[in-house]
């Protein structure tokens, strides 16, 4: 027996780690991406920015799914203080934003989207992560060897950045990685 409901699921994610999440649920999916412009309205807060662009990747398929498909699509931000941290440009905006980080509790916020040819459901999951007192020489390798510019916040929990330098998490960790797994199970389910 197997949980999973009988739909055609598509992943809209170019992201290594959100195909690995979904691979260990048991589902199997295809992966569809396209290139949609990430901007936001400026007066969104918190969860609205992450729903929000989770469902506006979704609307770019809306004509493209056939009557089974279920659309998975989905978007991570880190805020610091109020302050979305985007993903880094280069070394210096990598190492700018994790020393933001450093010694601070920052909140990870991912948005996901269901959509069906009938139905759309949006929600987010929120973790609060907690960084040591992190070194000028742990940024700097850490930057130097895994190159953390597709990454919220600069940083991949998974990482050896995660392994050394996370002294406290509250919510999802899989939810830090970019997909809030039991969250995304309960949500199915209902769907």
């Known amino acids: ?22 691979k260990s649920m048991g589902i199997d999916f295809v992966v569809r991406t396209k290139d949609v412009d990430e901007s936001y309205p400026s007066d969104l807060r918190g969860h609205q920015i992450p729903e929000f662009l989770a469902e506006k990747k979704a609307k770019a398929f809306v004509n493209e799914l056939n009557n089974k498909d279920l659309l998975i699509t989905a978007d991570t931000i880190v805020v610091l203080n109020g302050q979305v941290l985007e993903k880094p440009d280069d070394y210096d ?32 999951s929120l973790t609060n992560v907690q960084f040591k007192q992190l070194t000028k020489t742990e940024i700097d390798y850490y930057i130097t060897t895994f190159k953390p510019f597709d990454k919220a916040g600069a940083y991949g929990i998974q990482e050896w950045i995660g392994s050394i330098g996370i002294k406290h998490i509250e919510g999802s960790f899989y939810n830090v990685m970019g997909l809030p797994l039991q969250k995304l199970y309960e949500e199915i389910q209902k769907f």
């Open 93 to 124: 905006h990598a190492y700018k934003t994790l020393s933001a980080l450093s010694g601070k509790m920052h909140e990870v916020i991912t948005g996901v989207c269901l959509s069906s040819t009938n139905k759309s459901v949006v929600f987010s």
């Open 1 to 22: 027996m197997n949980w999973v409901p009988a739909y055609h699921f598509i992943l809209a994610s170019k992201s290594p780690r959100r195909q690995q999440l979904l």
